[in-house]
């Protein structure tokens, strides 16, 4: 295989990595947006406890 033919397979590749890793970056977003909406569901969760003076120490 000539340096030409080597350089063709080698973009080749780089492009499937690059789709691979569009992929899992969009798939990321989404585990991220979850954890974003449960940490917030925590804190009002907290602020509800602290307002109502329910907070209890763990057992």
Not at 23 to 33: H, S
């Amino acid at each position: 295989m000539d340096t030409n033919g080597m350089q063709e397979k080698l973009n080749e590749a780089v492009v499937v990595m690059n789709k691979s890793l569009q992929d899992i970056n969009i798939q990321n977003m989404n585990v991220e947006l979850v954890a974003q909406m449960f940490k917030n569901y925590q804190s009002n969760v907290l602020f509800h406890l602290e307002a109502t003076d329910n907070l209890k120490p763990p057992n």
